[in-house]
Protein backbone atom coordinates (compact mmCIF):
# COMPACT_ATOMS: atom_id res chain seq x y z
CA UNK A 1 0.00 0.00 0.00
CA UNK A 2 1.34 3.33 -0.24
CA UNK A 3 1.54 6.14 2.60
CA UNK A 4 -1.85 7.41 1.75
CA UNK A 5 -3.64 3.90 1.39
CA UNK A 6 -2.06 2.79 4.99
CA UNK A 7 -3.48 6.12 6.32
CA UNK A 8 -6.43 5.98 5.20
CA UNK A 9 -6.89 2.18 6.10
CA UNK A 10 -5.83 3.42 9.65
CA UNK A 11 -7.72 6.35 10.52
CA UNK A 12 -11.04 4.88 8.68
CA UNK A 13 -12.61 3.23 11.62
CA UNK A 14 -12.24 6.13 14.07
CA UNK A 15 -13.86 8.04 11.24
CA UNK A 16 -16.55 5.74 11.16
CA UNK A 17 -17.64 4.75 14.49
CA UNK A 18 -18.44 9.07 15.06
CA UNK A 19 -21.04 9.40 12.02
CA UNK A 20 -24.30 8.56 11.84
CA UNK A 21 -26.09 5.60 10.30
CA UNK A 22 -26.32 5.27 6.66
CA UNK A 23 -27.82 6.41 4.33
CA UNK A 24 -26.31 9.66 5.98
CA UNK A 25 -25.46 12.50 3.91
CA UNK A 26 -21.47 12.80 4.65
CA UNK A 27 -19.09 15.01 2.88
CA UNK A 28 -15.10 14.26 2.34
CA UNK A 29 -13.59 17.73 2.38
CA UNK A 30 -10.26 18.02 1.01
CA UNK A 31 -10.23 14.19 -0.06
CA UNK A 32 -7.28 14.37 -2.55
CA UNK A 33 -6.33 12.31 -5.66
CA UNK A 34 -6.98 8.85 -4.08
CA UNK A 35 -10.41 10.05 -3.05
CA UNK A 36 -10.48 9.94 0.63
CA UNK A 37 -12.65 8.19 2.65
CA UNK A 38 -15.34 8.16 -0.39
CA UNK A 39 -14.98 4.20 -1.53
CA UNK A 40 -15.40 3.49 2.46
CA UNK A 41 -18.32 5.75 2.84
CA UNK A 42 -20.30 4.30 -0.48
CA UNK A 43 -19.25 1.27 0.37
CA UNK A 44 -21.27 1.53 4.01
CA UNK A 45 -23.78 2.68 2.11
CA UNK A 46 -23.34 6.19 2.91
CA UNK A 47 -24.62 9.33 0.47
CA UNK A 48 -21.03 10.54 0.06
CA UNK A 49 -19.50 13.03 -1.71
CA UNK A 50 -15.51 14.31 -1.86
CA UNK A 51 -14.44 17.37 -2.39
CA UNK A 52 -11.21 18.67 -3.84
CA UNK A 53 -9.65 20.27 -6.86
CA UNK A 54 -7.50 16.95 -7.43
CA UNK A 55 -10.45 14.34 -6.67
CA UNK A 56 -10.99 11.46 -9.26
CA UNK A 57 -12.72 12.73 -12.17
CA UNK A 58 -15.65 10.17 -11.22
CA UNK A 59 -18.97 10.01 -9.44
CA UNK A 60 -19.17 10.67 -5.93
CA UNK A 61 -16.77 13.38 -6.79
CA UNK A 62 -16.70 17.30 -7.36
CA UNK A 63 -13.15 18.63 -8.37
CA UNK A 64 -13.47 22.08 -6.64
CA UNK A 65 -12.47 23.78 -3.72
CA UNK A 66 -14.65 23.71 -1.19
CA UNK A 67 -15.41 26.99 -1.20
CA UNK A 68 -16.77 27.07 -4.44
CA UNK A 69 -18.31 23.20 -4.48
CA UNK A 70 -22.12 22.33 -5.03
CA UNK A 71 -23.46 21.57 -1.56
CA UNK A 72 -26.54 20.25 -0.40
CA UNK A 73 -29.00 21.84 1.69
CA UNK A 74 -28.40 19.79 4.50
CA UNK A 75 -25.35 17.40 5.58
CA UNK A 76 -25.33 14.91 7.94
CA UNK A 77 -21.42 14.84 8.91
CA UNK A 78 -18.24 16.19 7.34
CA UNK A 79 -15.21 14.81 7.72
CA UNK A 80 -12.13 16.30 7.16
CA UNK A 81 -8.49 14.62 7.23
CA UNK A 82 -5.21 16.22 6.71
CA UNK A 83 -6.55 18.91 4.21
CA UNK A 84 -7.76 21.68 6.89
CA UNK A 85 -3.68 22.58 7.85
CA UNK A 86 -3.62 23.37 4.25
CA UNK A 87 -5.91 25.93 3.05
CA UNK A 88 -5.35 29.67 2.50
CA UNK A 89 -8.36 30.27 5.06
CA UNK A 90 -9.20 27.37 7.71
CA UNK A 91 -11.77 29.72 9.40
CA UNK A 92 -13.46 30.59 6.19
CA UNK A 93 -13.58 26.79 5.37
CA UNK A 94 -14.41 25.89 8.77
CA UNK A 95 -17.70 28.26 8.25
CA UNK A 96 -18.60 26.95 5.26
CA UNK A 97 -18.57 23.22 6.97
CA UNK A 98 -20.83 24.46 9.51
CA UNK A 99 -23.11 26.06 7.01
CA UNK A 100 -23.51 23.17 5.64
CA UNK A 101 -24.47 20.86 8.59
CA UNK A 102 -27.82 19.86 10.10
CA UNK A 103 -28.39 21.29 13.47
CA UNK A 104 -26.76 18.25 15.27
CA UNK A 105 -24.70 17.06 12.19
CA UNK A 106 -21.34 16.00 13.02
CA UNK A 107 -17.47 17.12 11.99
CA UNK A 108 -14.70 14.32 12.08
CA UNK A 109 -11.38 15.97 11.64
CA UNK A 110 -7.79 14.19 11.61
CA UNK A 111 -5.23 16.45 11.96
CA UNK A 112 -1.39 17.08 11.97
CA UNK A 113 -0.01 19.23 14.92
CA UNK A 114 2.80 19.96 13.51
CA UNK A 115 4.00 22.28 16.42
CA UNK A 116 4.78 19.05 18.27
CA UNK A 117 7.00 17.75 15.47
CA UNK A 118 9.87 19.04 17.51
CA UNK A 119 14.27 18.08 17.04
CA UNK A 120 13.41 14.51 18.75
CA UNK A 121 10.49 13.46 16.65
CA UNK A 122 11.83 14.97 13.54
CA UNK A 123 15.08 12.40 13.94
CA UNK A 124 13.05 9.49 15.48
CA UNK A 125 11.28 9.73 11.98
CA UNK A 126 14.17 10.14 9.86
CA UNK A 127 15.26 7.38 11.30
CA UNK A 128 12.96 5.06 10.32
CA UNK A 129 12.69 6.09 6.57
CA UNK A 130 12.61 3.27 3.83
CA UNK A 131 13.55 3.87 0.28
CA UNK A 132 9.86 5.59 -0.72
CA UNK A 133 10.42 8.83 -0.97
CA UNK A 134 8.35 11.32 0.14
CA UNK A 135 7.38 14.24 2.21
CA UNK A 136 9.54 12.97 5.18
CA UNK A 137 12.30 12.65 3.06
CA UNK A 138 12.50 15.99 1.40
CA UNK A 139 12.28 17.85 4.66
CA UNK A 140 15.43 15.95 6.21
CA UNK A 141 17.49 16.05 3.06
CA UNK A 142 16.38 19.96 2.91
CA UNK A 143 17.20 20.44 6.63
CA UNK A 144 20.47 18.64 6.44
CA UNK A 145 21.11 21.23 3.26
CA UNK A 146 20.65 24.21 5.35
CA UNK A 147 22.67 23.84 8.20
CA UNK A 148 20.11 25.71 10.63
CA UNK A 149 18.99 24.44 14.00
CA UNK A 150 15.92 22.49 13.60
CA UNK A 151 13.39 25.30 15.18
CA UNK A 152 14.56 27.57 12.69
CA UNK A 153 14.69 25.81 9.63
CA UNK A 154 10.86 24.03 10.47
CA UNK A 155 9.29 27.64 11.17
CA UNK A 156 10.36 28.68 8.09
CA UNK A 157 9.31 25.36 6.50
CA UNK A 158 6.18 26.03 7.87
CA UNK A 159 5.76 29.28 6.79
CA UNK A 160 7.05 28.79 3.52
CA UNK A 161 4.21 25.89 2.70
CA UNK A 162 1.45 27.84 4.47
CA UNK A 163 0.65 25.57 6.90
CA UNK A 164 -1.51 26.04 10.41
CA UNK A 165 -0.48 24.50 13.69
CA UNK A 166 -3.13 22.19 15.15
CA UNK A 167 -3.76 24.80 18.04
CA UNK A 168 -4.87 27.09 15.75
CA UNK A 169 -7.39 24.51 13.82
CA UNK A 170 -8.70 23.23 17.14
CA UNK A 171 -9.16 26.50 18.24
CA UNK A 172 -11.32 27.52 15.22
CA UNK A 173 -12.95 24.38 15.88
CA UNK A 174 -14.17 24.95 19.58
CA UNK A 175 -15.02 27.97 18.57
CA UNK A 176 -17.69 26.77 16.29
CA UNK A 177 -19.00 23.63 17.35
CA UNK A 178 -19.81 21.41 20.10
CA UNK A 179 -16.62 18.97 21.36
CA UNK A 180 -17.19 15.72 21.03
CA UNK A 181 -14.15 14.40 21.34
CA UNK A 182 -10.22 15.46 21.29
CA UNK A 183 -7.63 13.17 21.51
CA UNK A 184 -4.39 12.50 19.98
CA UNK A 185 -2.26 9.75 18.45
CA UNK A 186 0.31 8.54 16.37
CA UNK A 187 0.69 10.34 12.98
CA UNK A 188 3.78 9.21 10.89
CA UNK A 189 3.72 5.64 11.05
CA UNK A 190 2.04 6.01 7.28
CA UNK A 191 5.50 7.32 6.13
CA UNK A 192 7.83 5.11 7.63
CA UNK A 193 9.32 1.96 6.81
CA UNK A 194 8.10 -1.02 8.86
CA UNK A 195 6.56 1.16 11.31
CA UNK A 196 3.02 0.37 12.95
CA UNK A 197 0.39 2.62 14.33
CA UNK A 198 1.15 0.30 17.52
CA UNK A 199 4.64 0.83 17.59
CA UNK A 200 4.70 4.55 16.95
CA UNK A 201 1.94 4.30 19.78
CA UNK A 202 4.45 2.76 22.01
CA UNK A 203 7.32 5.56 21.12
CA UNK A 204 4.68 8.28 21.84
CA UNK A 205 3.90 6.36 25.29
CA UNK A 206 8.28 5.82 26.03
CA UNK A 207 8.69 9.69 25.49
CA UNK A 208 10.62 8.90 21.96
CA UNK A 209 8.24 10.81 20.21
CA UNK A 210 5.58 13.30 20.26
CA UNK A 211 1.55 12.59 19.18
CA UNK A 212 1.20 14.13 16.18
CA UNK A 213 -2.33 13.29 15.12
CA UNK A 214 -5.26 15.16 16.65
CA UNK A 215 -8.71 13.74 16.45
CA UNK A 216 -11.48 15.93 16.88
CA UNK A 217 -15.59 15.67 17.06
CA UNK A 218 -17.62 17.97 16.63
CA UNK A 219 -21.67 18.82 16.31
CA UNK A 220 -23.36 21.95 15.21
CA UNK A 221 -25.01 23.33 18.16
CA UNK A 222 -29.19 22.89 17.58
CA UNK A 223 -31.14 26.10 16.56
CA UNK A 224 -33.09 26.98 19.70
CA UNK A 225 -36.69 26.48 20.29
CA UNK A 226 -38.62 29.17 19.45
Known amino acids: ?16 QRLPAP ?12 GGFIPMLVEAGYDAVGIDPTAPDAPHYQQVEFEHADLP ?13 HVANPALVIDGMVAALAPGGIVVVVEW ?22 WLHELRDEWRASALEWPTYFDGWLEREGLHSGARLVRLLEERLERQL ?3 GPYYFADLADVTEAEEQAAIGTGQVQAGRI ?12
Open 1 to 16: MTPAERWLSATWPLVQ
Open 23 to 34: PATVLDVGCGSL
Open 73 to 85: AEVDAMVASTSLH
Open 113 to 134: ASERFDEQTARWCFGHLGDEEG
Open 182 to 184: LAE
Open 215 to 226: DYVGTRPRRAHA
